[in-house]
Nanobody, 115 residues
């Protein structure tokens, strides 16, 4: 059974950095189409970034220039480096591995940006 396990969330001050990881297990394939999403309390889940084939990368305007998505194919893992964090970045962050037949989601990791 495929599972995506996220880690790296936590509490950070405004202007700080965090690096989220999402590792896939139980899959015989290496995923090459990944996305990060987030959901703040009272809000709908929103797209943050995605990476396809390792080199097609897109970011939401709200995080462009501050967040970087990357992958480690050998470990079937996707990362989200988050710099210059703002209080409005506070949310539960979810990773997604996209295939033609199914989307796999992680369980979410809490990121709180507060002084």
């Amino acid at each position: 059974q495929v599972q995506l396990v996220e880690s790296g969330g936590g509490l950070v001050q405004p202007g700080g950095s965090l690096r989220l990881s999402c590792a896939a297990s139980g899959s015989i394939f290496n995923f090459n189409d990944w996305g990060w999403y987030r959901q703040a309390p009272g809000n709908e889940r929103e797209w943050v970034a995605n990476i396809q084939g390792g080199n097609v990368i897109q970011y939401a305007d709200s995080v462009k220039g501050r967040f970087t998505i990357s992958t480690d194919n050998a470990r079937n893992t996707v990362f989200l480096q988050m710099n210059s964090l703002k209080p409005e970045d506070t949310a539960v962050y979810y990773c997604k591995a996209h295939t033609l037949v199914y989307d796999y989601w992680g369980q979410g990791t809490q990121v709180t940006v507060s002084s």
